[in-house]
Protein backbone atom coordinates (compact mmCIF):
# COMPACT_ATOMS: atom_id res chain seq x y z
CA UNK A 1 0.00 0.00 0.00
CA UNK A 2 1.34 3.14 -0.94
CA UNK A 3 1.26 6.04 1.49
CA UNK A 4 1.48 9.55 0.11
CA UNK A 5 2.06 12.52 1.90
CA UNK A 6 1.44 16.33 0.87
CA UNK A 7 3.32 19.21 2.15
CA UNK A 8 1.11 22.15 3.98
CA UNK A 9 2.27 24.70 6.00
CA UNK A 10 3.01 24.37 10.06
CA UNK A 11 1.26 26.97 11.86
CA UNK A 12 2.94 30.05 13.83
CA UNK A 13 3.73 28.80 16.90
CA UNK A 14 1.10 29.45 19.71
CA UNK A 15 -1.68 28.56 17.35
CA UNK A 16 -4.44 26.33 18.36
CA UNK A 17 -3.81 23.95 15.43
CA UNK A 18 -0.63 23.43 17.56
CA UNK A 19 -2.14 22.99 20.71
CA UNK A 20 -4.37 20.25 19.35
CA UNK A 21 -1.80 18.12 17.66
CA UNK A 22 0.10 18.32 21.17
CA UNK A 23 -3.20 17.21 22.81
CA UNK A 24 -4.47 14.51 20.56
CA UNK A 25 -2.79 14.56 17.23
CA UNK A 26 -3.94 16.26 13.87
CA UNK A 27 -8.16 15.79 13.04
CA UNK A 28 -8.78 14.00 16.21
CA UNK A 29 -11.97 16.33 16.69
CA UNK A 30 -12.99 15.45 12.69
CA UNK A 31 -12.34 11.61 13.01
CA UNK A 32 -13.40 10.27 16.90
CA UNK A 33 -11.56 7.23 17.65
CA UNK A 34 -9.43 6.92 14.70
CA UNK A 35 -6.04 8.10 14.39
CA UNK A 36 -5.53 10.63 11.75
CA UNK A 37 -3.52 9.50 9.02
CA UNK A 38 0.71 10.75 8.94
CA UNK A 39 0.75 14.48 7.49
CA UNK A 40 3.28 16.77 7.34
CA UNK A 41 3.24 20.26 7.79
CA UNK A 42 5.64 23.18 7.02
CA UNK A 43 5.66 25.35 9.73
CA UNK A 44 7.06 29.07 9.74
CA UNK A 45 10.82 30.09 11.44
CA UNK A 46 10.38 31.32 15.01
CA UNK A 47 12.94 33.78 16.03
CA UNK A 48 13.79 35.14 19.53
CA UNK A 49 15.83 38.06 18.85
CA UNK A 50 19.15 38.51 21.83
CA UNK A 51 18.37 41.27 24.14
CA UNK A 52 22.07 40.97 26.08
CA UNK A 53 23.84 41.96 23.44
CA UNK A 54 22.08 45.46 23.84
CA UNK A 55 21.76 45.34 27.36
CA UNK A 56 25.57 44.59 27.78
CA UNK A 57 27.17 46.70 24.99
CA UNK A 58 30.41 45.63 23.54
CA UNK A 59 33.09 48.27 24.49
CA UNK A 60 36.14 48.27 23.06
CA UNK A 61 39.73 49.77 23.78
CA UNK A 62 43.08 49.60 22.13
CA UNK A 63 45.86 48.02 24.13
CA UNK A 64 49.38 47.44 23.53
CA UNK A 65 52.30 46.26 25.55
CA UNK A 66 56.24 46.23 25.45
CA UNK A 67 59.14 43.92 27.28
CA UNK A 68 61.85 45.32 29.11
CA UNK A 69 63.86 47.13 27.02
CA UNK A 70 67.44 45.12 25.91
CA UNK A 71 70.82 46.75 26.40
CA UNK A 72 73.32 46.84 23.44
CA UNK A 73 76.65 47.85 23.12
CA UNK A 74 79.76 47.22 20.78
CA UNK A 75 83.19 45.89 21.55
CA UNK A 76 85.98 45.12 20.00
CA UNK A 77 89.00 42.65 20.70
CA UNK A 78 92.59 42.61 19.26
CA UNK A 79 95.06 39.76 19.53
CA UNK A 80 98.25 39.92 21.68
CA UNK A 81 101.04 41.75 19.63
CA UNK A 82 103.12 39.67 17.46
CA UNK A 83 106.51 40.45 15.38
CA UNK A 84 108.00 38.84 12.47
CA UNK A 85 111.31 37.70 12.35
CA UNK A 86 113.25 36.06 10.04
CA UNK A 87 116.64 33.38 10.09
CA UNK A 88 119.05 33.07 7.56
CA UNK A 89 121.51 30.08 7.14
CA UNK A 90 125.15 30.46 6.80
CA UNK A 91 125.87 32.09 3.40
CA UNK A 92 125.85 29.46 1.31
CA UNK A 93 129.09 28.33 -0.70
CA UNK A 94 129.29 28.72 -4.47
CA UNK A 95 129.25 25.00 -5.59
CA UNK A 96 132.29 23.95 -7.28
CA UNK A 97 132.84 24.41 -10.76
CA UNK A 98 131.87 21.46 -12.48
CA UNK A 99 133.24 21.01 -16.00
CA UNK A 100 131.18 20.13 -19.06
CA UNK A 101 130.93 16.93 -20.24
CA UNK A 102 132.46 18.08 -23.32
CA UNK A 103 136.47 18.60 -21.34
CA UNK A 104 136.23 14.94 -20.03
CA UNK A 105 139.20 12.62 -21.27
CA UNK A 106 137.23 9.83 -22.81
CA UNK A 107 139.43 8.30 -24.23
CA UNK A 108 141.82 7.83 -21.23
CA UNK A 109 138.66 6.81 -19.16
CA UNK A 110 137.98 4.29 -21.95
CA UNK A 111 141.37 2.71 -21.29
CA UNK A 112 141.94 2.69 -17.63
CA UNK A 113 138.61 0.61 -17.45
CA UNK A 114 140.14 -1.76 -20.41
CA UNK A 115 142.90 -2.29 -18.02
CA UNK A 116 141.57 -3.19 -14.80
CA UNK A 117 138.47 -5.00 -16.25
CA UNK A 118 139.91 -8.27 -16.05
CA UNK A 119 141.33 -7.83 -12.39
CA UNK A 120 137.54 -6.67 -11.19
CA UNK A 121 136.03 -10.05 -13.05
CA UNK A 122 138.58 -12.13 -11.59
CA UNK A 123 138.21 -10.37 -7.48
CA UNK A 124 134.39 -10.60 -8.56
CA UNK A 125 134.13 -14.22 -9.36
CA UNK A 126 136.36 -15.08 -5.91
CA UNK A 127 133.60 -14.06 -3.79
CA UNK A 128 131.06 -15.32 -5.86
CA UNK A 129 132.59 -18.46 -5.05
CA UNK A 130 133.29 -17.58 -0.90
CA UNK A 131 131.41 -19.40 1.84
CA UNK A 132 132.96 -17.19 4.17
CA UNK A 133 129.17 -15.55 4.41
CA UNK A 134 127.14 -18.71 4.17
CA UNK A 135 124.27 -18.90 6.85
CA UNK A 136 124.98 -15.38 7.72
CA UNK A 137 121.65 -13.12 8.51
CA UNK A 138 121.40 -9.42 9.27
CA UNK A 139 120.03 -8.32 12.65
CA UNK A 140 119.07 -4.84 12.59
CA UNK A 141 117.82 -5.03 16.16
CA UNK A 142 119.50 -4.53 18.99
CA UNK A 143 119.12 -7.46 21.28
CA UNK A 144 118.50 -6.75 24.82
CA UNK A 145 120.08 -8.91 27.61
CA UNK A 146 116.89 -8.68 29.82
CA UNK A 147 115.35 -11.49 31.75
CA UNK A 148 111.85 -10.55 33.59
CA UNK A 149 110.02 -12.81 36.33
CA UNK A 150 106.62 -13.88 34.44
CA UNK A 151 105.46 -16.53 37.47
CA UNK A 152 106.11 -16.92 40.86
CA UNK A 153 104.25 -20.34 42.04
CA UNK A 154 104.30 -22.39 45.40
CA UNK A 155 101.71 -24.91 47.47
CA UNK A 156 101.53 -23.20 50.92
CA UNK A 157 100.70 -26.22 52.76
CA UNK A 158 104.10 -27.71 51.65
CA UNK A 159 106.10 -24.86 52.27
CA UNK A 160 104.19 -24.47 55.54
CA UNK A 161 105.86 -27.60 56.29
CA UNK A 162 109.49 -26.09 55.24
CA UNK A 163 109.84 -28.14 52.22
CA UNK A 164 112.50 -27.53 49.49
CA UNK A 165 111.54 -27.71 46.26
CA UNK A 166 113.74 -30.93 44.91
CA UNK A 167 112.79 -31.24 41.24
CA UNK A 168 111.20 -29.54 38.78
CA UNK A 169 109.84 -30.98 34.45
CA UNK A 170 108.57 -29.08 31.54
CA UNK A 171 106.17 -31.37 29.50
CA UNK A 172 105.80 -32.77 26.13
CA UNK A 173 103.84 -29.16 25.22
CA UNK A 174 106.26 -26.64 27.28
CA UNK A 175 102.77 -25.09 28.86
CA UNK A 176 102.53 -27.64 32.36
CA UNK A 177 105.07 -26.93 34.73
CA UNK A 178 105.47 -30.02 37.39
CA UNK A 179 107.26 -29.54 40.96
CA UNK A 180 109.02 -32.09 43.83
CA UNK A 181 108.38 -31.04 47.08
CA UNK A 182 110.66 -32.39 49.43
CA UNK A 183 114.01 -32.22 51.70
CA UNK A 184 117.60 -31.71 50.55
CA UNK A 185 119.46 -30.95 53.75
CA UNK A 186 120.79 -33.43 56.56
CA UNK A 187 117.62 -35.52 58.13
CA UNK A 188 115.58 -38.93 58.25
CA UNK A 189 113.05 -37.78 55.66
CA UNK A 190 111.90 -40.85 54.74
CA UNK A 191 108.40 -40.84 56.29
CA UNK A 192 107.95 -36.81 55.54
CA UNK A 193 104.96 -36.28 53.68
CA UNK A 194 105.23 -34.07 50.58
CA UNK A 195 103.59 -33.52 47.13
CA UNK A 196 103.56 -33.03 43.52
CA UNK A 197 101.81 -30.03 41.79
CA UNK A 198 101.43 -28.90 38.49
CA UNK A 199 100.46 -25.71 37.19
CA UNK A 200 99.44 -25.36 33.80
CA UNK A 201 100.38 -21.63 32.25
CA UNK A 202 98.25 -21.49 29.54
CA UNK A 203 95.37 -21.49 31.55
CA UNK A 204 93.39 -18.29 32.05
CA UNK A 205 92.87 -17.32 35.60
CA UNK A 206 96.27 -18.93 36.86
CA UNK A 207 96.41 -18.78 40.66
CA UNK A 208 100.08 -19.30 41.41
CA UNK A 209 99.50 -20.76 44.98
CA UNK A 210 96.64 -22.85 43.94
CA UNK A 211 98.30 -25.99 41.93
CA UNK A 212 96.18 -27.40 38.69
CA UNK A 213 96.74 -31.07 40.43
CA UNK A 214 97.87 -31.62 43.72
CA UNK A 215 99.71 -35.38 44.52
CA UNK A 216 100.32 -36.57 48.02
CA UNK A 217 103.25 -38.86 48.67
CA UNK A 218 104.25 -41.01 51.68
CA UNK A 219 108.02 -39.97 51.49
CA UNK A 220 109.75 -37.16 50.40
CA UNK A 221 109.95 -36.64 46.48
CA UNK A 222 113.56 -35.81 45.49
CA UNK A 223 113.19 -35.32 41.98
CA UNK A 224 110.45 -35.81 38.74
CA UNK A 225 110.57 -36.20 35.12
CA UNK A 226 107.42 -36.05 32.47
CA UNK A 227 107.00 -38.52 29.69
CA UNK A 228 108.76 -37.32 26.38
CA UNK A 229 105.36 -37.85 24.86
CA UNK A 230 102.26 -38.76 27.31
CA UNK A 231 101.95 -35.15 28.40
CA UNK A 232 100.17 -36.24 32.04
CA UNK A 233 102.62 -39.18 33.26
CA UNK A 234 105.67 -38.23 35.48
CA UNK A 235 107.89 -40.71 37.11
CA UNK A 236 109.35 -39.14 40.43
CA UNK A 237 112.40 -40.23 42.75
CA UNK A 238 111.50 -40.87 46.16
CA UNK A 239 113.68 -40.51 49.37
CA UNK A 240 112.72 -44.51 50.51
CA UNK A 241 114.55 -45.41 47.20
CA UNK A 242 111.11 -45.71 45.53
CA UNK A 243 110.45 -44.97 41.92
CA UNK A 244 106.82 -43.89 40.98
CA UNK A 245 104.71 -42.79 37.85
CA UNK A 246 101.70 -40.78 38.24
CA UNK A 247 98.99 -39.91 35.53
CA UNK A 248 98.06 -36.51 36.64
CA UNK A 249 94.93 -36.22 34.30
CA UNK A 250 93.18 -38.69 36.91
CA UNK A 251 93.80 -36.43 39.67
CA UNK A 252 91.44 -38.72 42.03
CA UNK A 253 93.66 -41.92 41.60
CA UNK A 254 96.53 -40.80 40.03
CA UNK A 255 99.36 -43.47 41.17
CA UNK A 256 99.86 -45.46 37.65
CA UNK A 257 103.06 -47.63 38.84
CA UNK A 258 105.18 -48.21 41.55
CA UNK A 259 108.40 -50.24 42.34
CA UNK A 260 107.21 -51.15 45.43
CA UNK A 261 109.96 -52.35 48.10
CA UNK A 262 111.07 -55.73 46.80
CA UNK A 263 115.22 -56.51 46.71
CA UNK A 264 115.57 -54.59 43.31
CA UNK A 265 114.50 -51.20 44.55
CA UNK A 266 117.34 -48.87 45.66
CA UNK A 267 118.20 -48.83 49.26
CA UNK A 268 119.12 -45.15 49.63
CA UNK A 269 117.51 -41.75 48.26
CA UNK A 270 116.76 -41.80 44.01
CA UNK A 271 118.35 -38.73 42.96
CA UNK A 272 117.18 -38.54 39.55
CA UNK A 273 114.83 -40.15 37.25
CA UNK A 274 114.24 -40.04 33.15
CA UNK A 275 112.66 -41.21 30.80
CA UNK A 276 114.37 -43.85 27.84
CA UNK A 277 113.31 -45.01 24.44
CA UNK A 278 113.49 -48.98 24.22
CA UNK A 279 115.81 -49.88 21.81
CA UNK A 280 113.26 -51.47 19.92
CA UNK A 281 109.94 -49.96 20.20
CA UNK A 282 110.83 -46.07 20.07
CA UNK A 283 107.14 -45.31 20.86
CA UNK A 284 107.52 -47.53 24.56
CA UNK A 285 109.69 -45.65 27.23
CA UNK A 286 111.13 -47.17 30.30
CA UNK A 287 112.10 -45.39 33.50
CA UNK A 288 115.76 -44.72 34.48
CA UNK A 289 116.66 -44.58 37.95
CA UNK A 290 120.00 -43.56 40.00
CA UNK A 291 120.33 -43.43 43.44
CA UNK A 292 123.13 -43.23 45.70
CA UNK A 293 123.29 -46.95 46.38
CA UNK A 294 125.46 -47.35 43.69
CA UNK A 295 123.03 -48.35 41.09
CA UNK A 296 121.65 -47.44 37.57
CA UNK A 297 117.96 -49.44 36.97
CA UNK A 298 115.64 -49.46 34.22
CA UNK A 299 111.97 -49.96 35.09
CA UNK A 300 109.25 -51.34 32.97
CA UNK A 301 105.61 -50.58 33.39
CA UNK A 302 103.25 -53.34 33.47
CA UNK A 303 99.74 -54.06 33.70
CA UNK A 304 99.50 -54.89 37.42
CA UNK A 305 100.48 -51.45 38.17
CA UNK A 306 104.10 -52.28 39.52
CA UNK A 307 107.09 -51.10 38.02
CA UNK A 308 109.41 -54.23 36.96
CA UNK A 309 112.96 -54.01 36.43
CA UNK A 310 114.65 -55.08 32.82
CA UNK A 311 117.94 -54.27 32.98
CA UNK A 312 120.68 -52.72 35.39
CA UNK A 313 123.92 -51.66 36.34
CA UNK A 314 126.02 -51.38 39.57
CA UNK A 315 129.19 -49.27 40.11
CA UNK A 316 132.22 -50.65 42.06
CA UNK A 317 135.09 -48.82 43.29
CA UNK A 318 137.48 -51.36 42.27
CA UNK A 319 135.58 -51.70 38.43
CA UNK A 320 136.83 -47.65 37.65
CA UNK A 321 138.74 -47.26 35.18
CA UNK A 322 141.89 -45.41 36.39
CA UNK A 323 142.19 -42.49 33.76
CA UNK A 324 143.08 -40.30 36.44
CA UNK A 325 143.98 -40.14 40.05
CA UNK A 326 141.31 -40.57 42.46
CA UNK A 327 140.96 -40.55 46.39
CA UNK A 328 141.12 -44.03 47.81
CA UNK A 329 137.51 -44.56 49.04
CA UNK A 330 136.82 -45.56 52.86
CA UNK A 331 137.75 -48.92 54.37
CA UNK A 332 134.97 -51.29 53.29
CA UNK A 333 132.94 -49.13 50.93
CA UNK A 334 132.52 -50.84 47.40
CA UNK A 335 129.82 -48.65 45.76
CA UNK A 336 129.87 -45.13 43.69
CA UNK A 337 126.87 -43.02 44.69
CA UNK A 338 125.35 -41.66 41.61
CA UNK A 339 123.85 -38.53 42.43
CA UNK A 340 122.82 -37.45 38.45
CA UNK A 341 122.68 -38.94 34.99
CA UNK A 342 122.72 -36.77 31.74
CA UNK A 343 122.70 -38.86 28.18
CA UNK A 344 124.21 -37.62 24.60
CA UNK A 345 121.98 -36.65 22.07
CA UNK A 346 124.06 -37.82 19.63
CA UNK A 347 124.51 -41.62 20.68
CA UNK A 348 121.55 -43.01 22.68
CA UNK A 349 123.33 -45.41 24.52
CA UNK A 350 126.05 -42.75 26.20
CA UNK A 351 125.84 -41.57 29.41
CA UNK A 352 127.73 -39.30 31.93
CA UNK A 353 127.25 -40.37 35.77
CA UNK A 354 127.87 -37.50 38.83
CA UNK A 355 128.84 -39.28 41.73
CA UNK A 356 129.63 -38.49 45.06
CA UNK A 357 132.93 -38.25 44.92
CA UNK A 358 133.40 -35.92 42.77
CA UNK A 359 134.23 -37.99 39.32
CA UNK A 360 132.43 -37.78 36.65
CA UNK A 361 131.87 -41.17 34.81
CA UNK A 362 131.55 -41.85 30.90
CA UNK A 363 129.06 -44.91 30.53
CA UNK A 364 127.39 -47.19 28.40
CA UNK A 365 123.89 -48.78 28.26
CA UNK A 366 125.25 -51.44 25.99
CA UNK A 367 127.60 -52.63 28.64
CA UNK A 368 128.45 -56.70 29.02
CA UNK A 369 131.09 -56.84 31.60
CA UNK A 370 129.38 -57.95 35.29
CA UNK A 371 129.73 -55.70 38.31
CA UNK A 372 131.25 -56.72 41.25
CA UNK A 373 128.50 -56.38 43.99
CA UNK A 374 126.58 -58.37 46.34
CA UNK A 375 123.79 -56.58 45.77
CA UNK A 376 120.54 -58.64 45.21
CA UNK A 377 118.91 -58.40 42.13
CA UNK A 378 116.45 -60.58 39.99
CA UNK A 379 118.39 -59.48 37.04
CA UNK A 380 122.05 -59.50 36.22
CA UNK A 381 123.95 -56.15 37.12
CA UNK A 382 126.68 -54.82 34.67
CA UNK A 383 129.38 -52.59 34.96
CA UNK A 384 129.02 -49.61 32.83
CA UNK A 385 131.70 -47.19 33.44
CA UNK A 386 134.02 -46.46 30.15
CA UNK A 387 136.04 -43.83 31.21
CA UNK A 388 136.89 -41.62 34.25
CA UNK A 389 137.17 -37.71 34.39
CA UNK A 390 139.36 -35.60 36.91
CA UNK A 391 137.45 -34.70 39.90
CA UNK A 392 135.59 -32.04 41.74
CA UNK A 393 136.81 -30.83 45.01
CA UNK A 394 133.69 -32.29 46.25
CA UNK A 395 130.16 -33.98 45.67
CA UNK A 396 129.17 -33.53 41.91
CA UNK A 397 125.69 -32.72 42.02
CA UNK A 398 124.80 -31.67 38.10
CA UNK A 399 125.59 -32.96 34.82
CA UNK A 400 123.88 -31.51 31.29
CA UNK A 401 125.27 -32.80 27.94
CA UNK A 402 125.82 -30.37 25.06
CA UNK A 403 122.62 -30.56 22.26
CA UNK A 404 124.88 -29.19 19.59
CA UNK A 405 128.06 -31.35 20.27
CA UNK A 406 128.77 -34.69 20.52
CA UNK A 407 131.59 -34.43 23.04
CA UNK A 408 131.07 -31.62 25.45
CA UNK A 409 129.20 -31.89 28.65
CA UNK A 410 129.34 -29.34 32.02
CA UNK A 411 129.38 -30.61 35.55
CA UNK A 412 128.53 -28.94 38.60
CA UNK A 413 129.82 -29.80 42.01
CA UNK A 414 129.75 -28.53 45.90
CA UNK A 415 133.15 -26.65 45.10
CA UNK A 416 131.41 -24.07 43.42
CA UNK A 417 132.93 -24.58 39.83
CA UNK A 418 131.40 -25.96 36.57
CA UNK A 419 133.21 -27.54 34.53
CA UNK A 420 133.82 -27.67 30.73
CA UNK A 421 134.36 -31.35 29.51
CA UNK A 422 135.68 -33.17 26.39
CA UNK A 423 134.53 -37.12 26.18
CA UNK A 424 137.82 -37.24 24.88
CA UNK A 425 140.08 -36.35 28.13
CA UNK A 426 139.78 -36.38 31.24
CA UNK A 427 140.90 -33.01 32.45
CA UNK A 428 138.19 -30.75 31.63
CA UNK A 429 138.69 -28.29 29.56
CA UNK A 430 137.99 -24.80 31.86
CA UNK A 431 136.55 -24.46 35.03
CA UNK A 432 134.72 -21.45 36.03
CA UNK A 433 134.61 -20.58 39.97
CA UNK A 434 130.15 -19.31 40.01
CA UNK A 435 130.07 -19.40 43.79
CA UNK A 436 131.65 -19.63 47.45
CA UNK A 437 128.96 -21.92 48.32
CA UNK A 438 127.45 -24.95 46.44
CA UNK A 439 126.40 -25.58 42.99
CA UNK A 440 123.31 -27.63 42.41
CA UNK A 441 122.44 -27.53 38.70
CA UNK A 442 123.64 -26.58 35.61
CA UNK A 443 121.67 -26.74 32.05
CA UNK A 444 122.87 -26.34 28.36
CA UNK A 445 120.14 -23.92 26.75
CA UNK A 446 118.67 -26.12 23.97
CA UNK A 447 118.35 -23.45 21.45
CA UNK A 448 121.94 -21.31 22.24
CA UNK A 449 125.26 -23.23 21.76
CA UNK A 450 126.99 -21.17 23.46
CA UNK A 451 124.67 -20.32 26.49
CA UNK A 452 124.12 -22.32 29.58
CA UNK A 453 122.32 -21.88 33.17
CA UNK A 454 123.87 -22.82 36.82
CA UNK A 455 121.68 -22.40 40.09
CA UNK A 456 123.56 -21.70 43.36
CA UNK A 457 123.42 -22.09 46.59
CA UNK A 458 123.64 -18.35 47.06
CA UNK A 459 120.36 -17.79 45.92
CA UNK A 460 120.71 -17.13 42.42
CA UNK A 461 121.06 -18.36 38.94
CA UNK A 462 123.48 -17.42 36.39
CA UNK A 463 123.58 -17.39 32.54
CA UNK A 464 126.80 -17.61 30.74
CA UNK A 465 126.84 -16.63 26.79
CA UNK A 466 130.45 -17.90 26.24
CA UNK A 467 130.19 -15.85 23.01
CA UNK A 468 130.31 -13.05 25.32
CA UNK A 469 132.54 -14.27 27.52
CA UNK A 470 134.12 -17.51 29.06
CA UNK A 471 134.88 -15.94 32.43
CA UNK A 472 132.31 -14.16 34.12
CA UNK A 473 128.78 -14.37 33.48
CA UNK A 474 126.46 -12.50 31.28
CA UNK A 475 123.39 -11.94 33.76
CA UNK A 476 123.30 -13.29 37.28
CA UNK A 477 119.49 -13.44 38.50
CA UNK A 478 118.63 -13.11 42.05
CA UNK A 479 115.99 -16.31 43.27
CA UNK A 480 115.63 -15.88 46.86
CA UNK A 481 116.41 -12.39 48.46
CA UNK A 482 117.93 -13.85 51.80
CA UNK A 483 120.37 -15.71 49.87
CA UNK A 484 118.53 -19.94 50.35
CA UNK A 485 119.99 -21.96 47.64
CA UNK A 486 118.80 -22.49 44.36
CA UNK A 487 118.40 -26.43 44.02
CA UNK A 488 116.96 -27.27 40.39
CA UNK A 489 116.15 -25.65 36.92
CA UNK A 490 114.93 -26.48 33.69
CA UNK A 491 115.12 -24.64 30.38
CA UNK A 492 111.53 -25.17 28.49
CA UNK A 493 112.19 -26.66 25.32
CA UNK A 494 108.94 -25.91 23.70
CA UNK A 495 108.61 -21.70 24.70
CA UNK A 496 112.14 -21.47 24.95
CA UNK A 497 111.87 -18.11 26.28
CA UNK A 498 111.11 -19.72 29.51
CA UNK A 499 113.48 -20.72 32.30
CA UNK A 500 112.15 -22.22 36.07
CA UNK A 501 113.96 -22.59 38.86
CA UNK A 502 113.10 -23.89 42.49
CA UNK A 503 114.33 -23.15 45.78
CA UNK A 504 114.70 -24.02 49.28
CA UNK A 505 111.96 -21.71 50.05
CA UNK A 506 109.35 -23.57 48.32
CA UNK A 507 108.89 -21.26 45.19
CA UNK A 508 108.82 -21.98 41.48
CA UNK A 509 109.70 -18.82 39.52
CA UNK A 510 109.27 -18.78 35.98
CA UNK A 511 111.67 -15.93 33.72
CA UNK A 512 111.15 -14.98 30.76
CA UNK A 513 114.54 -14.90 28.50
CA UNK A 514 115.11 -12.07 26.51
CA UNK A 515 115.87 -12.56 22.58
CA UNK A 516 119.92 -12.65 23.53
CA UNK A 517 119.24 -16.03 24.75
CA UNK A 518 117.23 -17.40 22.93
CA UNK A 519 117.97 -16.63 19.34
CA UNK A 520 120.96 -18.70 17.37
CA UNK A 521 123.48 -16.43 15.98
CA UNK A 522 125.02 -17.20 12.69
CA UNK A 523 127.36 -19.88 12.74
CA UNK A 524 126.93 -20.18 16.31
CA UNK A 525 127.46 -24.10 16.60
CA UNK A 526 130.94 -23.53 14.24
CA UNK A 527 131.92 -21.24 17.05
CA UNK A 528 131.26 -23.97 20.33
CA UNK A 529 133.63 -26.21 17.73
CA UNK A 530 136.12 -23.48 17.68
CA UNK A 531 136.30 -22.73 21.14
CA UNK A 532 136.62 -26.58 22.39
CA UNK A 533 139.64 -26.58 20.19
CA UNK A 534 141.21 -22.84 21.50
CA UNK A 535 140.54 -24.12 24.80
CA UNK A 536 142.48 -27.60 24.13
CA UNK A 537 144.72 -26.17 22.64
Not at 129 to 143: K, M, P
Not at 147 to 173: D, K, R
Not at 417 to 425: A, D, R
Not at 505 to 522: D, I, M, N, Y
Request: glycine content about 8%.
Amino acid sequence: MAISASPRPFPRVGSARVAALAAGGAGGGERRGRPAPLQDETLGVASVPSQWRSVQGIRGEPKSCQTAGIATAEASAQARTHADAQVQTEAPEEPAAVAPVSQYDTLRLAAFLRRVEAMVVRELNNNWQSHAFDGYEVNWTEQQQTVSCLHTLGYPPAQGQGLHVTGISWNTTGSVLACAYGRLDDGDWGTLKSYVCTWNLDRQGLNPHQPSVVVEVPSAVMCLAFHPIQPSHIAGGLYSGEVLVWDMSRPEDPLLWRTGLTDDTHTDPVYQVLWLPEPRHSHRFQVLSAATDGRVLLWRGSGAGQLRLSKGFALAVQQLPRSTKLKKPPRGETEVGVTSVAFSSFDSSLFVLGTEGGFPLKCSLAAEAAALTRMPSSVPLRAPVQFTFSPHGGPVYSVSCSPFHRNLFLSAGTDGHVHLYSMLQAQPLTSLQLSHKYLFAVRWSPVRPLVFAAASGEGDVQLFDLQKSSQKPTVSITQTQDGSPVYCLEFNSQQTQLLAAGDAKGVVKVWQLSTAFTEQGPREAEDLDQLEAEIAT
